[in-house]
């Protein structure tokens, strides 16, 4: 069924950005509804972001909205996010997700990438 693989992930100082991508291996996810997560030891895993199978509808977490940006290219079966002014509480494992209608994710490993890291220094 293939697999998720992200990228994009790194070192940057509060205030920098990161463009991540998660790309489509084996397996064609262009008609999903798709999602960013951030997972850290304290706060577990909690969604960042989604989008819809068409790109025309997206929301975010609270807590990136204005500074996080979600966006597809159904032609290269991939997704992005965009991070402007990041900061420390930024710092996480992100990983990408296929969703199922109801925007919602599903358990099996094949619908989740293996994450990329991100670490905001102050």
């Known amino acids: 069924q293939g697999h998720l693989v992200e990228s994009g992930g790194g070192l940057v100082q509060a205030g920098g950005s990161l463009r991540l991508s998660c790309v489509a291996s084996g397996r064609n996810f262009s008609d999903y509804n798709m999602g960013w997560y951030q997972q850290t030891p304290c706060k577990g895993r909690e969604r960042v972001a989604r989008?819809?199978?068409?790109?025309?509808?997206?929301d975010y977490a609270d807590s990136v909205k204005g500074r996080f940006t979600i966006s597809r290219d159904t032609a290269k079966d991939t997704i992005y996010l965009q991070m402007n002014n990041l900061t420390p509480e930024d710092t996480a494992v992100y990983y990408c997700?296929?969703?199922?209608?109801?925007?919602?994710?599903?358990?099996?490993?094949?619908?989740w990438g293996q994450g990329t890291q991100v670490t905001v220094s102050s």
């Open positions: 997700a296929a969703l199922d209608n109801d925007y919602q994710p599903y358990p099996f490993t094949p619908y």
């Open positions: 989008i819809s199978v068409t790109g025309d509808y997206t």
